[in-house]
């Protein structure tokens, strides 16, 4: 029924090395969805990727602020900005693709948080929630209303990916047992998903398509 229909798309969230166990930043179990990921795959006629892409000198990274750990939390510009380690950084093994994901089907790469002064958790806006990827033109250039969400971390960048989609008005389908979060504050995951049924997406697992 979905398959390779042109009105949907696979939205692939930040399946990256640092964001695996092993990474600067990793997600318990985040290397466990790259099967499943992999699996459906051949489902869509669209497959989308994004790379958090950062600069070395990025704002989000706890060691450019003089005094801060990891999971403090500053503001910066008027906005709450959680710290982390450094992760994802231009061009290093931490911010490829973890090797075991299928990047042959990728029809678009989108590379986001490259601007050191402001982070970028959604595909769709950077978190001043004003600057644009891009990916929503793309999307409806091609006419594409329906994306089916995965990746990582379902409380940060998949939650942020996924509240953008919905408030741009695509029919969002959040396939769960495809993504994994960081869990900090602990329930944020819980509560990612609940938020996001709330809003309108469909929670669905990887055996519903
Ligand atoms: C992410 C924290 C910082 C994510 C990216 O991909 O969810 N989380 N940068
Ligand atoms: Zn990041």
Redesign the pocket.
Known sequence: MLKKTTSSALLI??VQND?CPGGS?AVAEGDKIVPVINGFMPAFRFIIATQ?WHPRAHV?FASNHKGKKPLEVITHQGREQ?L?PD??VQGTKGADFHQGLDTRPLYLIVRK?TDPGL?S?SAFFENDKKTKTGLAGFLKDLSITNLYICG??TD???FASAQDALGLGFEVMVLEDACRG?DFPQGSVVQALASLKKQGAKILTSQDL
């Open positions: 969230i930040d964001f930043l958090d989000s959680v982390w992760h994802c948080g982070d958790y990582l971390a940060y960048c998949v960081v």
